[in-house]
């Protein structure tokens, strides 16, 4: 991705001002486009006839479309995060009730910007490969709002991890890495949200909407059931 122009703890100059505010219309569009035209519409060339400029001077704001597609993913990341954080604060301090608020927004979120939720969990953009080293800290920050709550719940024994039949594993970088030991707690993290996640990805995209007539009721019960699966006690 182009480099910023602004030194940090400066304040912006109208020149950096100009350039974020370019930036951000660059990323309206392709946002614009993703939802009209799915994960295989992005176009550089029609982002640029929108905005009355030549292609080629996009690149003065994104070195390629894979860093335009990364920026997104990042954006989307954070904003998922954000989602599930929030809601996580509003519930208080109870582990099960920010756990439960935070699945429940994460279903919101992706209902309400379902091309933002296709860029981190639909169908893989042709060409496009993600670099951990760029998406991974926003990935990480996403894993940590899934995690917290139920790091807090084994921890004050609201949830009892032993009481699953997921084997122990050591956590992977999204989880910590070598600083969190080996036990069941990755794995029963890592299931759960596959689960939710599974859920969330068939209403959006999927039938689940027409096979039942209240998709909301179903999602809360199968949270529940995803809950008693990570040994949260009733």
Known sequence: MAATDQEPDQPP?????????????????????????????????????EMRITPAALFRYFDNQSALITALCIDSYDAYAAAMTEAQHAAGADPAARWRAGCEAARRWA????????????TPIPGYHARPEET????????????QPYFDAVADGT??????????????????????????????????????????TGETFGSIAQLTADPAELYQAHIRTVMRGMGFQD
């Not at 370019?22 to 992005?42: M, N, S, V």
């Not at 039949?165 to 029963?188: C, R, T």
């Open 159 to 200: 949830a009892d991890p032993t009481a699953t039949l997921i084997p122990e594993l050591a956590a992977g970088p999204l989880l910590g890495g070598d600083a969190w030991p080996a036990s069941p707690v990755p794995g029963i993290l890592i299931t759960a949200w596959a689960s939710i996640q599974g859920f969330i």
């Open 13 to 49: 100059t109208r020149r950096a001002e100009r350039r974020a505010q370019t930036i951000a219309e660059i990323k309206t569009l392709a946002r614009r486009q993703l939802a009209t035209e799915g994960t295989g519409g992005l176009s550089l060339r029609g982002i640029a006839r």
């Open 136 to 147: 991974g800290p926003a990935a990480g920050r996403l894993m940590q709002a899934i995690a």
């Open 111 to 122: 209902l309400a910007n379902p091309s933002e939720f296709a860029l981190i969990a639909g």
